[in-house]
């Protein structure tokens, strides 16, 4: 049981590149969530998709778009990377636990934009 | 204001030491409550949720207090191991479901 899984772990683009984040669950969960987490700003939700075939913008969407491909698999899209993406990308997805909706994270992806 | 605020930290504390992180929240229709831990350049994890009776997980003790929307994470005898940062989570369901973590506290255990 892998639990939420991504990829790529590290990324360097330039600006102006595009490159899509990776992220899969074997949980079951029908919920999974991007984040970003930058120093001193905690997690910032940038989309989520409460279930297959919806998703739904967050805190931070602008310059993102994303992709429920199906029940495990919740990517992220870089159309035209700029520098103000440097940042640490978090997948989760949630699930019921001891009767609270309870969120569970990937590794994390570490992307630096030049 | 930040819907979930916590003490700044960081907290630097010796090896035995007891610590306490406090943790407030704005929003009356908040339902459930978490702790997580986050290593260094790791992904936050669940370390306990939060019960209106309190809850006891070994050397941690979670509170929450509804009528001050507090929340409160102690740590008793701390090792060194339980360096990180403790994030403070708060789900609330009005204008639909929502997720909202704190920045987090740095803490420090030193030997």
């Known amino acids: 049981n892998a639990g939420v899984t991504q990829t790529p772990k590290f990324q360097v683009l330039k600006t102006g590149q595009s490159m899509t984040l990776q992220c899969a669950q074997d949980m079951n969960h029908n919920s999974m969530y991007w984040y970003r987490q930058d120093p001193g700003m905690g997690l910032r939700l940038i989309y989520y998709?409460?279930?297959?075939?919806?998703?739904d913008k967050g805190e931070v969407p602008n310059g993102y778009n994303v992709s429920r491909l199906n029940k495990r698999e919740f990517s992220l899209r870089l159309e035209s990377a700029a520098p103000s993406q440097t940042s640490v990308y978090f997948c989760?997805?949630?699930?019921?636990?001891?009767?609270?909706?309870?969120?569970?994270f990937g590794p994390g992806t570490r992307l630096l934009v030049l | 204001r930040k819907e979930v605020e916590q003490d700044p930290g960081p907290f630097n504390v010796p090896e035995g030491a007891t610590v306490a992180f406090n943790c407030t929240y704005s929003?009356?229709?908040?339902?459930?409550f978490f702790w997580y831990r986050q290593d260094c350049r790791k992904e936050p994890k669940l370390l306990m949720s939060?019960?209106?009776s309190g809850n006891e997980d070994g050397r941690f003790t979670a509170q929450l207090n509804r009528a001050s929307q507090y929340i409160s994470l102690l740590i008793r005898d701390s090792k060194l191991s339980d360096s990180a940062t403790y994030l403070c989570v708060v789900n609330k369901v009005t204008g639909g479901f929502k997720t909202i973590f704190g920045a987090g506290t740095r803490l420090f255990v030193k030997a």
């Open positions: 939060v019960y209106s």
């Open positions: 989760a997805s949630s699930g019921h636990s001891g009767g609270a909706e309870t969120q569970y």
């Open positions: 998709s409460a279930s297959e075939g919806t998703t």
């Open positions: 929003n009356s229709a908040s339902q459930s």
